[in-house]
Every structure is written in structure tokens, then in C-alpha cells.
């Protein structure tokens, strides 16, 4: 049986390949180039490569990187010049990790298709579902609501039900060091993290001054571009008033920024459109949580769909929403049943 594993060089996908391999599949390492390559990708491959051979797998490369640049830091650079904050993983998800390269691994003789998120897959209902993972602190669930429900066909993640120090625990206790360990970065394909500098170098955002007002319209200083901002941001305002400042919302229309305390934050609900449906409505449940942000913990909610809308009612209200993130729609076993992108 032929299991293609994507395969970065790092802890998870090393520890996927070996799991494998012990268990008598025919291993394949797919290894795609996403972002812009390094100036030492070769280095970088021929380490990939002679890890793979010593292990008795093959090594595959794919050059994806004029397709993720186009479909996922174009629209990335697009969203940011609306003054939306979107979140380049769950559109990569969709469009890359389980649209390119696991459609090239099906094509190409997989009988199973293997990555090392950490989530749980289970069949419910005849649908392939998601569960968030055991190791909570590294749960990826969130980040792949968007894929669409029949995406997960014959998709495996052998990492859901396992602790990451346990992981790594593992590696070495076998004498295996990855060949190839990335350090932590947020968004893959920006330099140092600093998104605002990228922004800028790629000319997709306008310098453009507006102010920065309360809610009543009182105006308490200026902006230099509204893509600078995120709902519930506090820092970075450089404004001295009687009590801190948030960003409560921004309007795209008049170029003004608002904000207020942080009690003015609270919000009772919100919507979600591009939305990705895991099972019927019917069979969701009553109970339904949600969560709009990777770090938060879920929160009890009213979820209904109202034509091609996602609509919210919290339970308790909770901190504004960052337009251009992503909702995911939990039920009451931990099931994701649908995600969407955050409008409002």
C-alpha cells in the first residue's frame, strides 16, 4: 500500500515517515516548496533526500511556489489592502497542503495521503470529521475548517492523538534527528515575521491618513492606513487619553478607525461568509461552540446559516472579531461542522 507523507524535514513529518515505514507501508516523502525559495535550498533538499535514502524512502520535490504566490500571498497582500486581517494558513489548507499536492499524491498511485497536523479524523455519519487534537497546546484543527469535508478522503494524521514532547521524545530515543528542524515563524512566506514591512515592499497597501475616532465620532488622533490595525488591538494607538484604547472596528468607507474601552469591545454575535459545510445542519446538534481566533478557547454560541452566511449569537458576549479570520463551528462531541471567514 502506497502512503505519500508531506514532508517537510522537521519533528512531525519525520516522525509520520518513520511511523509508516515501521508498519510495512511503502513510504513516499513529498516535499513542496511554498514559499520563495531559500538561497540554500539545495542544501536543504540534499539533506531531505539522504535522510530519505538512508530510511529506504523516496524523496519527491514539487516547486509550488509560483502557484501559492498566486493563490495564496496575492490574496493575502488583497484582503490587507481591503483593512481585513486574514490568516494565510487556513487558505493555504485548502488550496495547497490538500488541494495541489494531495491531488498530486492521489494521481500518482497514493493509496492514503499523510500529514503531520495535529488533529483528529474520525468517521461519523459517513463523513470524514475533525477533532481537535490530544495535545491541546498544538491543535490544528482550527486552521483547516476551510478544507472542504471530502478533502479528508483517505487522509491521515498520525499526530492527533499524540503530545509533541512525546513526539520528540520518541525521535530521540531511536537516535533520529530531523534532518531539516524549521524555527517557529508565524507566516511562512515574511521574513521575520514582519508583515507590515512586506506589505509595504509589495506595494498592495496605500499610505493613506485618516483619524481615529470614538464611537460618539470624537476624533483622538490620526491613522496612516487602516491595514496597520486589528480589532482589539491596544498597542501601538500612541494615544494618550483618560483610560487605555482599543481598535473596536474599522470602516473602510470613511477611512477612520474607531475605538474605545475595553468593555466597548464586547460584542453578542458575528457572521461568516465563504463558508465550508462539514455535516447537514440537521444533525449539528443544539449545543455549538465557536471559535474565531487560534488561541481561543471555544465558546458556547447560536449558529444558524442564512443562504450562504454563517450567523452567530454568543451565549455571554465576548472581544470584537478581526474581519478576514477565521470562524470554526464546533459541536458538542468536538466535531468541526463548519468554518467560514469572519465578516463582521
Request: aromatic share 12%; charged share 25%.
Amino acid at each position: 500500500m502506497n502512503v505519500f507523507v508531506a514532508y517537510s524535514g522537521g519533528t512531525d513529518s519525520t516522525y509520520s515517515i518513520l511511523q509508516y515505514k515501521e508498519m510495512g507501508y511503502n513510504v513516499k516523502a513529498v516535499h513542496a516548496q511554498l514559499s520563495p525559495a531559500p538561497a540554500n535550498v539545495n542544501e536543504k533538499l540534499d539533506l531531505l533526500e539522504s535522510f530519505c535514502n538512508k530510511h529506504g524512502v523516496e524523496f519527491i520535490y514539487l516547486d509550488y511556489s509560483k502557484e501559492f504566490w498566486n493563490s495564496v500571498v496575492e490574496e493575502f497582500c488583497s484582503l490587507y489592502g481591503e483593512g481585513k486581517t486574514p490568516n494565510p494558513c487556513a487558505l493555504c489548507n485548502p488550496q495547497m497542503k490538500f488541494g495541489l499536492l494531495r491531488r498530486y499524491a492521489f494521481e500518482h498511485g497514493a493509496d492514503k495521503f499523510v500529514t503531520g497536523h495535529y488533529t483528529r479524523r474520525k468517521e461519523i455519519h459517513g463523513r470524514a470529521l475533525l477533532y481537535p487534537a490530544v495535545d491541546e497546546s498544538k491543535d490544528q484543527s482550527y486552521f483547516l475548517s476551510l478544507v472542504p469535508q471530502e478533502f479528508f478522503t483517505n487522509v491521515e494524521f498520525p499526530l492527533g492523538t499524540r503530545v509533541k514532547e512525546d513526539v520528540r521524545q520518541e525521535l530521540r530515543s531511536k537516535g533520529i534527528t530531523p534532518p531539516y528542524p524549521s524555527d517557529s515563524q508565524e507566516i511562512c512566506f515574511i521574513p521575520n515575521d514582519d508583515y507590515r514591512s512586506f506589505l509595504q515592499d509589495q506595494k498592495r497597501v496605500i499610505e493613506r491618513s485618516g483619524n481615529i475616532c470614538l464611537q460618539d465620532g470624537t476624533i483622538v488622533g490620526k491613522h496612516n492606513g487602516l491595514w496597520q490595525y486589528t480589532e482589539g488591538q491596544r498597542r501601538g494607538l500612541s494615544i494618550a487619553y483618560a483610560y487605555p484604547l482599543y481598535v473596536i472596528r474599522k470602516d473602510t468607507e470613511t477611512n477612520t478607525l474607531y475605538v474605545g474601552s475595553k468593555e466597548e469591545l464586547a460584542i453578542t454575535g458575528c457572521t461568516a461568509h465563504k463558508i465550508n459545510v462539514f455535516l447537514p445542519y440537521e444533525l449539528w446538534g443544539e449545543e455549538l461552540y465557536v471559535r474565531t481566533r487560534y488561541r481561543q478557547k471555544k465558546v458556547r454560541a447560536d449558529v444558524t446559516i442564512e443562504g450562504d452566511t454563517l450567523c452567530v449569537r454568543y451565549k455571554e458576549p465576548q472581544e470584537a472579531i478581526a474581519c478576514g479570520q477565521v470562524l470554526a463551528v464546533y459541536n458538542a462531541q468536538g466535531a468541526i461542522v463548519a468554518g467560514g471567514i469572519l465578516t463582521m
